[in-house]
């Protein structure tokens, strides 16, 4: 009887086993850098194309490989890192599992040129699909230099999986970001199709690239912080609280010059800043951590991206109390900002000037909803007296609601006289009508009748764009540029128009005329929340509408906004000119009613 069980081909394992190394190409590009470290290379250039679909192209000055090495530099498990099962327990190397290179050869056309340090002269091998040719005589200068063409062109449906150029672009610079965080001696560049993206020197200041690769207005926030306790210690940056994001996506743990994820550590810097921080607000943290390899279990995953701490209630305690400490031993005090600071000016960050707050002083959502409340010309339901203080008493622009509202259908009621009415912490509204009460909250409402003003205006094409005389320049992270530039198509559906201004600048041409008002550098950040928050989640038309529902909420009138009756009775005329007034965007309820007959039940009437 013939077996069922068999031996896979090497080439079947090597594909198998690429599937869990190389994700895309910047995981391409973590582990060819990790192995440029661990020869000793001072010097690390990069050159990608395409995203790395085409080429992605590493240079180093390390120890190189002579022949004997590179024979087996595509062979499975074959690893200059470790040599006996003890060296498991103490791995202090970057690769240590020998399955990188077999793994990218086995799924993509490779080169690799190399000279051994005091070699006359360098070699060359070749991979194609897993299959390994001849190692050949080449002239090359001491170091290594590996090229990666077509990258997943012998497993085609994984291939299909790629985003677009600029998505993958965008993780491709994270990636490389962040190992240059880790390695501040080593200098790093990267190209994009052979034009520069970023460079830095050796040796340079770790904040020194934080304030490169995020922005000089997110180093301005910084706070040093630097903490041991026993074989483990911590240093690095945290942002204070005003700097805080809508996505964890800015919790960067590195240890021992390794990016890494954890739960534990994530779970450790949110609760240092637990009081500091509005629900769903995220801080800023970059944690360099050093611990003896023997205390650390790297060998967790294939990317070697999750580790296992011996002690890991101490590193919690250690991480948590040296970022606590830090915050509190800075003044965390309110800054109020007026109105006109927030519009523009140079070095005033938009997240900062809007997110200022301190834990006890009010509420903390109010106060961050109150920042974002002014409101747009020409499309807002609202807009602000000449002489109005602090947000106070508003009135109706009656002639531009008729002009931006739909046109009602024929015999549709004028707008309601609300002869009884009653805002409740100037957040909802109480109205009397005819079976018993009604109460609105108003920002939810506003919110629903502004999506789908947006939606009906996108579908039509007819959504009204601001351009600005002078573009806006926003600094930000080189990969959130990547990122929005990657979405400039839906983003130009939405009147949003952004061209790039350097290595962390963005150029914004154009506004929607409901966000005109709003400073340029809070949407655009916002959209880049978006943006990253919704990678992996959908197609473009799902990121499209997760920016629809963002450009509601930010255009919608806030609580705390203080209501007259005419805009009451115009906020309840537009409601019944949408086919879903009863929930907001988000999918909560815009509205409780409760009738007379419940009221005289209650009352025993």
Do not use: W
Request: neutral net charge; aromatic residues 4%.
């Amino acid at each position: 009887m013939t077996a069922r069980i068999r031996k896979l081909p090497a080439q079947v394992v090597d594909r198998i086993a690429a599937g869990e190394v190389v994700e895309r190409p910047a995981s391409v590009v973590k582990e060819l850098v990790e192995n440029s470290l661990d020869a000793g290379a001072q010097r690390i250039d990069l050159d990608v194309r395409e995203g790395g679909r085409d080429l992605i192209s590493i240079r180093d000055d390390g120890i190189g490989m002579g022949a004997q090495d590179l024979a087996l530099a595509f062979v499975s498990h074959a690893t200059s890192k470790l040599a006996e099962v003890g060296d498991l327990e103490h791995i202090a190397s970057f690769g240590f599992r020998g399955e990188a290179l077999a793994s990218i050869g086995a799924v993509a056309d490779c080169r690799i040129v190399s000279r051994e340090r005091g070699a006359a002269a360098g070699h060359e091998i070749e991979s194609r699909g897993g299959t390994v040719g001849e190692v050949t005589a080449a002239g090359a200068p001491q170091g290594t230099r590996i090229e990666v063409r077509n990258l997943f062109r012998y497993v085609p449906a994984r291939r299909k999986f790629l985003r677009t150029a600029g998505t993958e672009m965008s993780h491709v610079t994270a990636t490389l970001q962040k190992l240059a965080l880790a390695n501040p001696d080593v200098a790093f560049s990267l190209q994009r199709a052979g034009r520069a993206v970023f460079r830095v020197s050796a040796g340079e200041d770790r904040r020194a690239r934080i304030a490169r690769f995020f922005g000089r207005q997110l180093f301005a926030q910084l706070l040093p912080l630097c903490a041991s306790s026993g074989a483990a210690s911590v240093e690095g940056f945290v942002a204070r609280p005003e700097a805080a994001r809508a996505t964890a996506a800015h919790l960067h743990f590195f240890l021992n010059g390794r990016p890494i994820r954890d739960r534990a550590l994530s779970h450790a810097a949110r609760h240092a800043y637990e009081g500091l921080l509005t629900r769903g607000r995220h801080p800023v943290v970059f944690l360099f951590l050093e611990i003896d390899p023997s205390l650390v279990d790297v060998n967790v995953h294939p990317a070697k991206s999750e580790v296992r701490f011996q002690d890991g209630e101490a590193v919690h305690r250690l991480v948590r109390e040296a970022v606590r400490e830090a915050l509190l031993g800075d003044e965390l005090a309110p800054s109020i900002v007026p109105d006109e600071a927030r519009g523009g000016a140079a070095g005033v960050d938009g997240d900062a000037a809007s997110d200022t707050y301190s834990a006890g002083v009010k509420d903390a959502l109010s106060e961050f909803l109150r920042g974002h409340a002014e409101p747009p010309p020409n499309e807002s339901l609202f807009r602000r007296g000449a002489g109005d203080a602090g947000g106070a008493a508003s009135r109706i622009a009656a002639d531009d609601a008729a002009a931006r509202l739909p046109a009602p259908a024929s015999g549709a009621p004028p707008p309601r006289a609300v002869g009884r009415f009653l805002q409740v912490r100037d957040t909802f509204l109480v109205f009397e009508v005819e079976d018993g009460l009604a109460i609105v909250d108003q920002h939810a409402l506003h919110e629903r009748i502004r999506l789908e003003e947006i939606k009906r205006r996108v579908a039509e094409g007819g959504l009204e764009v601001q351009p600005l005389l002078v573009p806006a320049l926003v600094e930000m992270p080189a990969a959130e540029i990547e990122a929005l530039l990657a979405e400039s198509e839906a983003l130009e559906r939405l009147g949003v128009r952004l061209a790039r201004f350097g290595e962390t600048t963005v150029a914004v041409h154009a506004l929607p005329s409901m966000l005109s008002r709003r400073d340029p550098e809070t949407v655009v950040r916002g959209l880049a929340e978006r943006v990253l928050a919704g990678k992996g989640a959908g197609s473009r038309l799902s990121l499209l509408d997760d920016l629809m529902h963002s450009m509601a909420c930010r255009s919608a009138i806030m609580a705390g906004d203080v209501v007259t009756e005419e805009q009451a009775a115009e906020l309840m005329r537009r409601a019944d000119l949408i086919d879903n007034p009863q929930s907001c965007a988000h999918g909560r309820p815009t509205s409780l009613r409760v009738s007379f007959k419940e009221l005289l039940r209650h009352f025993k009437r």
